[in-house]
């Protein structure tokens, strides 16, 4: 099956630096990929749709300026926390979209393994 | 009212036991159903991806998809320990942002 990385897998930080969390797909190019965070006990929410090539889409009330996204490639997408504080502390985990053979209209996402992020 | 509806758990069960996880959505245009299972601190992992109504069965697992009812479930056999984690339904309207139930805690005792 399709194979999504993420890195790193663990980052502790000081507050007010930043951190870069890189996504890859290992085994398919995904011209989407998505951003969620996760907290403890509860669902994913989704942050950020990520385009190759082009600027991502923010759900409401995530700062762009905040979670800068960048989708170089068809295999890496990646998410900066800017000036992190300890309320951005949570599990990021990304997904990338494989592509379905043409006519099958089939859509499939598969998740990578997270990162988790403690902001001191 | 939220969009996909997912009873949080925990749900125990002993080893061996027949197992049904359900969500309820409440958009008709949904028609790409997944189940994903995640383990603690991991990402989530595809289990089934369904698209029409009726079943579809991948060894143990058997996902149900019931449109004019707007209901899925996901069937377990012979649940093992193994199979403990947080099992999350999603769908979309095709090439879309998924949907994500709440998820539902499952814990099979040996």
């Known amino acids: 099956g399709a194979v999504v990385s993420q890195h790193p897998s663990w980052v502790i930080c000081k507050s007010g630096t930043s951190v870069k969390i890189e996504c890859r797909s290992l085994d398919f190019q995904a011209t989407t990929m998505f951003w969620y965070r996760q907290f403890p006990k509860q669902s994913l929410m989704l942050m950020a749709t990520s385009n190759e090539g082009s600027k991502a889409t923010y759900e409401q009330g995530v700062e762009k300026d905040k979670f800068l996204i960048n989708h170089a490639s068809l295999t890496l997408s990646t998410l900066t926390v800017t000036s992190a504080h300890p309320e951005d502390s949570s599990f990021y985990i990304c997904?990338?979209?494989?592509?379905?053979?043409?006519?099958?209209?089939?859509?499939?996402?598969?998740f990578g393994p997270g990162t988790r992020l403690t902001v001191l | 009212q939220k969009e996909v509806e997912q009873d949080p758990g925990p749900l125990s069960v002993p080893e061996g036991a027949i197992v049904s996880l359900n969500c309820t959505y409440s958009n008709s245009a949904f028609q790409y159903f997944m189940w994903y299972r995640q383990y603690s601190r991991k990402g989530p992992e595809l289990l089934m991806y369904?698209?029409?109504?009726g079943n579809k069965e991948d060894g143990r697992f058997t996902a149900q998809v019931d449109k004019s009812s707007k209901y899925i479930s996901l069937f377990i056999r012979d649940s093992q320990p193994s199979d403990s984690a947080t099992y999350l339904c999603a769908m979309n309207t095709g090439f879309q942002k998924l949907v994500f139930g709440t998820g539902t805690r499952l814990l099979v005792s040996p």
């Open positions: 997904s990338a979209r494989e592509l379905p053979p043409t006519g099958t209209g089939t859509d499939t996402q598969y």
């Open positions: 369904t698209y029409s109504s």
